[in-house]
């Protein structure tokens, strides 16, 4: 019975996948995610979209608020419990892993001012990169206009404000580089 429901999750999430215009290659894995596509997404091959525990704490999401949005990610990533919100674009490269909590953020979300009217306005956006191989743990922060270089790994609770160079392990906040990795 649990693999029956299991089944039917991953078939009720490529159909509100294709009904919402999102474009995937081979293999998708995965359960209910929250899903808003205004502009484009796009999903690479044996990308895993999991939502835990069965999307009650951490629900994974794919959010484009404007016509020229664009998500695309690679092949082989695994988003558990994670939130992409996309103003003007996030580019995630192939074998990427993301823990539960993680949000990815290429805007501010709204403008600061007291004058309603300017609040109101679109926030600015920059960007994000996240470059091959890169493991996020759970309940980090990717803000706007941020690369992240190939593998690379942003520890657990961290708040990345500034680009990473390849090959490093970065925590806190603001992340900064903990040490460089090797082989």
Do not use: Q
Not at 22 to 45: H, M, P, Q, T
Not at 144 to 149: D, E, L, P, Q
């Amino acid at each position: 019975m649990k693999r029956l429901l299991k089944i039917l999750d991953l078939l009720a999430l490529h159909y509100r996948l294709k009904t919402h215009g999102v474009v995937y290659g081979e293999k998708l894995r995965g359960n209910s995610i929250a899903l808003k596509n205004v502009g484009n997404i796009r999903l690479g091959n044996k990308v895993s979209l999991n939502s835990y525990p069965d999307g009650d704490i951490y629900k994974t999401g794919l959010l484009t608020y404007f016509k020229e949005s664009l998500i695309v990610i690679g092949d082989n990533c695994n988003l558990n419990g994670t939130i992409i919100h996309c103003n003007t674009k996030v580019t995630i490269g192939s074998h990427c892993m993301f823990g539960p909590g993680t949000k990815i953020v290429d805007n501010d979300s709204h403008r600061i001012s007291i004058d309603i009217n300017e609040r109101r306005k679109a926030p600015k956006s920059n960007p994000i990169i996240i470059e091959d191989n890169v493991w996020i743990g759970m309940n980090s922060l990717v803000l706007k206009g941020v690369c992240i270089g190939k593998n690379s790994i942003v520890a657990a609770h961290s708040v990345v404000t500034k680009n990473v160079p390849e090959n490093v392990l970065v925590g806190g906040n603001p992340a900064k580089i903990i040490k460089t990795l090797t082989k």
